[in-house]
């Protein structure tokens, strides 16, 4: 008959048969458990992205605010720039698109090429003269209607002049030839306004409706009263198509209200060249940008 086994040998293999039951049930759940960690680690990646959207939108709204504060002083200093007589009752806007730099300084030398920074294909043409026209035009549009502003617009077209616009040239122009009259520190020729920035054709058109709205509401208009009821461009004919057919229809301004003056001094020549160049570079590049 043999002997009973010590209880110490039971116990050893009772305790070693529970830790090899925990260990199994451990590694049974292992995969579970990798699958609570990826889930945590998702949560955890969520929940950091929502909280960088909200510190972000409300980083914009403190910016917003901020410039819905500043604004009024904006405006009140632009006002104290306008005096009353500065943008009247105004509702027709003409619009001089600026072509290039002039950068003479007396009123005779507009006339020499050399004092205008111009590309290669404007030189040789008469684009000077051409130029003085559209602001002549533009002068004489204003003085005709009572209702209405004079912008000229342009931006700084050219890598080498970076202090002046193209808008900023055409009104020194202007008032040079005594076609405007000068300012002074407490005056300045009565509806007469630049705008500064835009670099092509729709811009022009674009940016001085907006230029308008600015001026408009910085002299206490709203609504709209604070947008111009009629707008004509003058510029050379060979864009013309450019802007009744293009521009005027990608920003859907009625066809009635808006107006285009052709003034061209070119040769036959020059503008059936010139006209060449509008359908090859300019006009076939807006109407797939605006009409496809």
């Known amino acids: 008959m043999p002997l009973p086994q010590p209880v110490t040998s039971t116990s050893s293999q009772t305790f070693r048969s529970w830790l090899n039951h925990r260990r ?24 950091l992205t929502a909280n960088l959207n909200a510190w972000a939108d409300n980083t914009r709204l403190r910016r917003i605010n901020q410039s819905r504060t500043q604004s009024p002083a904006l405006l009140r200093a632009l006002r104290s720039s306008l005096n009353k007589d500065s943008f009247g009752n105004a509702s027709h806007l003409v619009i001089v698109a600026g072509h290039a730099i002039w950068r003479g300084c ?50 700084i077209t050219r890598p080498g002049h970076q202090t002046q616009s193209e808008a900023q040239s055409y009104l020194a122009l202007a008032q040079q030839t005594s076609l405007l009259p000068q300012w002074s520190r407490t005056a300045r020729p009565a509806r007469v306004f630049t705008e500064d920035y835009a670099l092509d054709s729709f811009q022009n058109l674009f940016f001085s409706i907006m230029r308008f709205h600015e001026l408009a509401i910085a002299s206490g208009r709203s609504g709209r009263s604070s947008w111009p009821s009629k707008i004509t461009v003058v510029g050379f004919e060979m864009k013309k198509r450019r802007f009744l057919e293009l521009h005027r229809h990608a920003l859907r301004w009625p066809e009635d209200r808006f107006d285009y003056v052709g003034v061209d001094f070119l040769d036959t020549v020059d503008k059936e060249l010139g006209w060449k160049g509008e359908v090859r570079a300019s006009f076939f590049i807006f109407s797939c940008r605006f009409l496809n």
């Open 24 to 47: 199994a049930h451990v590694l049974n759940r292992s995969r579970v458990t990798s699958l609570a960690v990826y889930v945590l680690a998702a949560t955890l990646l969520l929940s």
């Open 106 to 155: 007396n009123s005779t030398d507009w006339t020499h090429e050399d004092n205008w920074v111009l590309q290669e294909h404007q030189k040789g043409t008469g684009s000077s003269r051409a130029f003085y026209s559209h602001i002549e035009k533009g002068v004489s549009l204003l003085n005709a209607d009572p209702s209405a502003i004079l912008l000229f617009s342009g931006g």
